[in-house]
């Protein structure tokens, strides 16, 4: 089943679909009314997009003086190939300490290296600390967006679940009422985790510090509690200087959720201060990863889409996203950008994913790093179709399509006879000769003569 | 100034009065007019399918075959923005250069002197913004941006009607969900876009959907028709021709078959 499929299951509930699409809209019209404040907005996307170009130019040099820095600062740092790596160097970190329970603030990129299921193999608790992080990890399931990973959920299903695993009266749906029995839970489960996993929105290479944000303050009480903090981040995640933070700090927010700026901004350099309770001092370590990102940097047409800050108005905006729900992708990153990334990961599975779009070019003009992603998306058709991953059928009638276009004898002959044939067949039968076209939409009335045989015929007349 | 019409393939076929309203419009505004013949196509749906090889063969015929004149004008924006936009890319400049490809609207506000005052057209319009002029060849600024504001041709053209009420919309440059073969691979999403682009103009009381696009007007149109009261559609070439060039044009140049008779 792929995304063509499972959005017409979504779609099929009319009301859910309209529910959703406004509720995604409403942000979207947030980040409009945010990005009016700033009549600069146009000028910081282009910084914004600009520093990252650069950066994308010399990433060794600036990690490698990440590295440094971080070093210096008492940090330490790992190299992950690929998700397996990663999922092994931060379960030893734990094995060593004997860590047995963790709490985790929200991070696309252990989503993408299917990090829980990993630790929980070996018997460690994992605890997604993000409200709506929480909420679908209670209910087994993937995220379905990237900022607001329970945005599918409506409060109603939120209040059973609660029911079901917190014991909260049945019926109760009052979001500021669910939300506190979520943060009694948790309270309980930060006081008790021995590490703290986060991930990182910004690495500064100038420093050898990062910068995680999050409107909760979840991914703060996650490592200051705990003696170890273990952060992970993509290999794309660095600037040069803490002043880069600027323009990206202030697009991020905006752009995400209307915000002027997140609630909170956490830099991170060295461990934390011991508090002198006794026990082994405390420890931060640093895994960057690749995993599929060098290969993509490597790609010309796709390099840009490295510069995503994962802000998501690309799904917000994107009206097929809207309509068809996060979990239609069956990629870790939904929507546009998700769309971009997972066919280099898995071109085989996600081969349909850069044809879920009508290539509107809404989300490359919300990007506010300006990646051109309806752009990129139509070149990972052709470059789809080229490596084998288009139906055979489907590339032979396209071969015939363009014999018929570039050809005005057979142009004319073919559409004369199928005109002639259409006028004459009843609609009925033209209707299922229609196929997916006639499902929802009438074929429009077929003239008796094109513009060509029109023009000829007006011109007998009067010459 | 050397010009050439553009009529693409599904115009010519479904849609005729729109290639001779364009023709008319051009002539009237005192161009001389070459009509394009034996170049159906700018490539696009083969290149929005993924066959980019095939789509540059046939973008390179027409490039080719078009390279005489200054300027190609069109009916559509979703095929100027394939020539202009892709088709820069696919296909280099032959020797000599290449002619610019301009949709309608945009060639009639920047070179036209249409035969004006245009006549009254009393009704209540609703103009569905292409997301091909709009977001590729940037007539008009797309809601998202907040780039300086650049005037969409297409509803200047249509302002200037006396009588005409442009219906405001709530979300005034949403998708129509057409996109090419994405109307058929995704049929749910794209009709469920479709509809949704028909609720906000019904809302908006709007008696005529217009568009600089055909493409996106036989998507909306044909999912009109199943549901619904009565919604015309007519390009935005044919509501000019019919206020510029003589109340009773769309009649007296109607085609047969194409309101549904035989
Ligand atoms: S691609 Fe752009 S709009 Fe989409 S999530 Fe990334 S930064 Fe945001």
Known sequence: ???????????????????????????????????????????????????????????????????????????????????????????????????????????????????????????????????????????????????????????????????????????????DELTAVARRDLRARFLAAEAGITGVNFAVAETGSFVVVTNEGNADLGTALPRLHI???????????????????????????????STYTSHFRAPRADDGNGGPPPELHVVIVDNGRSRLLAEPAFREALACIRCGACLNTCPVYRRSGGHSYGSTVPGPIGSVLAPSQDPARHAELPHACSLCGSCSDVCPVRVPLHHQLLTWRSHLAESGHHPRRRRLAFRIAARVLSNAGLYDRATRAGRWIARRLP????????????RSRALPSIPAESFHQALAAREEERP | ???????????????????????????????????????????????????????????????EGTRAFESVVTPSGSCASTLEIHGRRLVPDPPGGRARVVELTRFLSDNGALPSPPTEFPRRVGLHASCHALRELRQGTPSETREQARTDPAAALLREIPGLELVDLTRRDECCGFGGVFAVEEEAVSTRMGLDRLSDHRRGRAEVLTSTDVSCLLHLEGLARREGPPLEVLHVAEILAETHLGAGWLETNAIRGADGSR
């Not at chain 1, 290999?235 to 959720?257: C, G, M, Q, W, Y």
């Not at chain 1, 609609?427 to 006639?438: H, K, N, V």
């Open chain 1, 427 to 438: 609609s009925r039968w033209l209707d299922r000769l229609g196929g997916p076209w006639t």
């Open chain 1, 231 to 261: 952060a992970c981040v993509g290999l794309e995640k660095i600037v040069p200087t803490a002043n880069d933070l600027a323009p990206f700090l202030r697009l991020l927010a905006r752009s995400a959720t209307g915000q002027p700026i």
């Open chain 1, 1 to 175: 089943m792929g995304h063509v499929d499972r959005a017409r299951d979504f779609v099929a509930n009319t009301e859910r679909t309209t529910w959703h699409d406004e509720v995604l809209w409403f942000v979207r019209a947030k980040r409009d009314a945010a990005a009016d404040t700033l009549p600069e907005w146009e000028a910081l996307r282009d910084e914004a997009a600009g520093i990252k170009r650069d950066v994308l130019g010399r990433l060794p040099e600036l990690w490698r003086r990440f590295e440094q820095e971080a070093t210096a600062a008492g940090a330490t740092v790992h190299w992950a190939r690929d998700a397996a790596e990663h999922n092994r160097i931060v379960h030893e970190l734990l094995r060593t300490h004997d860590v047995k329970r963790v709490v985790k603030s929200k991070s696309m990129l252990t989503e993408e290296c299917g990090l829980n299921p990993h630790l929980e193999a070996q018997g460690i608790e994992v605890v997604d600390t993000d409200l709506g992080e929480r909420i679908v990890q209670l209910r087994e399931e993937a995220p379905s967006h990237i900022i607001m990973p329970a945005i599918h959920l409506k409060r109603g299903e939120i209040g059973d679940l609660f029911h079901q695993e917190m014991g909260t009266p049945a019926g109760l749906d009052d979001p």
């Open chain 2, 1 to 63: 100034m050397s010009i050439a019409l553009f009529v693409p393939c599904y115009v010519d076929q479904l849609k005729p009065r729109v290639g001779l309203a364009a023709l008319d419009l051009l002539r009237a505004a005192g161009f001389d007019v070459e009509v394009l013949d034996g170049l159906p196509c700018c490539g696009q749906p083969l290149l929005t399918a993924g066959e980019e090889r095939l789509a540059r063969d046939v973008a390179t015929r027409f490039v």
